[in-house]
Nanobody, 125 residues
């Protein structure tokens, strides 16, 4: 299993942007399809988006399209989540997750075997 560590969260004002990072160590990162999830207080964890092992395919939950952008740098063993025009309802703990895969799209948390500890994003109005 790859080990994952997220960073980049914080307290920000509505309308601003954040870029979250997730750094991997251990197994070969370039073999992993990566996903981002978030969990708001009192709510279930929800899928934000995912990216294929080579970065050529990105996919998002429909409600996340437009303000969320996922990218990766395999040489740095890092996946990023750019969030623009932040809203108070984006307040949540954001998690990255990974699974070994060279094809397919994975939308469920049960699809992923490796998880980071999460990074808190709080958006003030």
């Amino acid at each position: 299993q790859v080990q994952l560590v997220e960073s980049g969260g914080g307290l920000v004002q509505a309308g601003s942007s954040l870029r979250l990072s997730c750094v991997a160590s251990g197994r070969t990162f370039s073999s992993y399809n990566m996903g981002w999830f978030r969990q708001a207080p009192g709510k279930e964890r929800e899928f934000v988006g995912g990216i294929s092992w080579n970065g050529r395919d990105t996919y998002y939950k429909d409600s996340m399209k437009g303000r969320f952008t996922i990218s990766r740098e395999n040489a740095q063993k890092t996946v990023f989540l750019q969030i623009d025009s932040l809203k108070p309802e984006d307040t949540a703990v954001y998690y990255c997750a990974g699974r070994i895969a060279y094809s397919g799209r994975y939308y469920s948390s049960s699809d992923y075997g490796s998880w980071g500890q999460g990074t808190q994003v709080t958006v003030s109005s």
